[in-house]
């Protein structure tokens, strides 16, 4: 059953179109690794994807979104804000939920953030503020995940761990990241974005970390070789 | 090879920013000549050296119950801010929808917080509701602004990354407020300490804060008085940072309650009369055209006082240019050696803390009444104050070639870079001292302030409010003219600019 179907629809902010005529299918249970350079389109299409799946995704976003003034705690729980109402929000913030309290503190001793409930996020290194921003995302508690980079500020042996985490909780997920072994060992398919086209979309056992070079215009074979000559 | 271009000539932003300061300073020159600068006084360096005994030798013991004129000075600083601040949040929630509350907010800070006093005197008398309106009235205007301009910068990331159905409130108070909390704080905080100075100017109307003993001191000749009264509101100022803390807030205002009085008994007929009648030209309340021009006619002669308003606001702040461009070096890191940039910085925040209105009635009792004490005044604190500012900038630059002379580190590696910024500080403070140009008619200067004063004390409320809208349709023209001469995209990111 599709998760979502992209058929031939141009992709931009505004008047200015990044993905012109992009036809794309998701699939429900689907690991989808997002790769490309910087500026390729992958946070466009991840926000149309956040657009029609709506409340039925979590987001995890580039960047964490997180607000540096509040708590682990707070910005945690805003991932259920609209779960509340007004009110119990706006009392939430002078003395949290106890029923809250309890769960976000399970989620973050998980991700490794324990004893750090009270502290303001302003107060952490990136890896932890990254954590946070996950935490909040798996605090939805929804059965689809997209993440815009989430794994970028933490060092690859906590990726794998925290990757690990999120799949495990989510029947699908739909992630951009720039980490390549982790795309090919971790996801079942893999979509390359390249100057607003999909020029790669395969399953991932199907690839090697050499077919993904075509992806970036300065590491390419071509390219590559040009350079030995230039040099010699 | 092409010869060099001549004298001011090119396109960089630098020197056309160097065309229009010149131009003003031009400008000023020009009109100089029909300023009245007469020093009229028989002796002033005598009256000078008199003050500055009294200020070096201030004489604590002859102070009457100082610690009471203190406290109402903190007390009315205190709650007309905070009043300020809650009447002024949720204006700036509607400040960039409606046309309506941005005029609203226009009109109201651009009448002096001493003219807002001497309105409420008539009505309520010398009580603290007087006091408290008189501040918290005009400040409402600016904490709009200021604060509908800081909300506006919000980061919008927080609020991107919320799910979707948030309620506005929700989304409001996580992913917004928190984010310029620090700075809606810093510039509250500052605009604090510019209400310890009008709370002691409310003195000069006859509240009994601390001005109110300063001008009988001075005005009397008793100088060691006045010095005494003076280092207790620099040691005041300079230790806000410890007895304002933010943890001492809420005893802070609690207690003060005690303090505030007297309060009036207000008889609201009386007050009503006062809005729907006194307020207002007899013939128009009528319908009485012809009478209407009659009653314009009585006005006194308003051109001449508008032309010394203006003039005198021009010379202000050209005077203030000049004043930041020789002073701020006193006060930077870069130059001089590390005693001496302490003592600029201490004599810079002296002259900034001391309140416009007290410099200018200080000259005036040395120079006598011309607008000479007032120019000084304005040119003084207002310099000082930017100068200041300029010199924190400069200390957070760091120098690309630290060898050169200190006046090739003035001019080729410091004052461009600092050059933008100062001058946008000057267009923000063109407003202000067009607004304290005004008031300094109250001391006999005859600006339009002079004629307001005089109407008050005459009982002519009808032509004391007409004065009053002249006034602050005068200030929001200027302050629509200095937005336009202002260099663009300047980051000014001191909330003390205003």
Known sequence: M?????????LGHGTQV??????????????????????????????EIRRRLDSEAAWCPQGHGLVPLLSVYHNVYMGRLERHGALANLINLLKPRHEAWQEIGLLVRELGLEGLLRRPVEQLSGGQRQRVAIARALYQQRSIFLGDEPLASVDPHQALRLLARIQARHTSSIIALHQHRLALDHFDRVIGLRDGQVVLDAPARELTLASLDALYPDAGPSNHEAGVAAST | MSAAPGLLRGRSPGLTLARRSLALILLCLLLLPFADLRIITVDPWGELWRMALGFAWPDFMALESPLRAIVLTVSVALWGTFIGAILGFPLALLFHHSRLVRGFCAFVRAIHELFWALLFLQVFGLSAVTALAALAIPYAGIFAKVYAEILELTPRAPNDALPSGVDRLSRFLYAELPLVWERLASYTR??????????????????????????SAFREGRFGEAGALLWIFYALVATLQWWGHRRLLLPLLVGALFFLGPWPDVDGELLWRFVSHDLWPAPLLEGNLPGLGAWLAGLPDLLPAIGNTLLLALMGTVGSLLLALLLWPLASRHFGRPWLGFGGRMLLVVVRSTPELMLAFIFLLMLGPSMLPAWLALALHNGALIAFLVARHADGLTLGMPNLPASGRYAYELLPRLYPNLLA??????????????????????????YIDSSFQY????????????????????????????????????????
Not at chain 1, 31 to 44: E, F, M, P
Not at chain 2, 196 to 204: D, E, K, W
Not at chain 2, 472 to 484: G, Q, T, Y
Request: proline share 5%.
């Open chain 1, 2 to 10: 599709p998760l979502l179907e992209l058929d031939r629809v141009d």
């Open chain 1, 18 to 47: 990044v993905l012109p005529g992009l036809s794309l299918t998701f699939e429900a249970g689907e690991r989808v690794a997002l790769l490309g350079q910087s500026g390729a389109g992958k946070s466009t299409l991840l926000a």
């Open chain 2, 190 to 215: 500052y605009r604090f300490e510019c209400a310890m100075r009008a709370s002691v100017l409310l003195g000069f109307v006859g509240l009994p804060t601390l001005g109110f003993y300063l001008e």
């Open chain 2, 425 to 450: 500080l000057i267009c923000y403070r063109a407003e202000v001292i067009m607004r304290e140009t005004a008031l300094l008619g109250m001391l006999g200067v005859a600006t339009l302030g002079f």
């Open chain 2, 459 to 498: 009982l002519m409320f009808d032509q004391a409010f007409f004065l009053l809208l002249v006034t602050a349709a005068l200030n929001i023209a200027i302050d629509a003219i200095s937005r336009r001469f202002r260099p663009r995209e300047v980051p000014l990111d001191d909330p003390c600019s205003r």
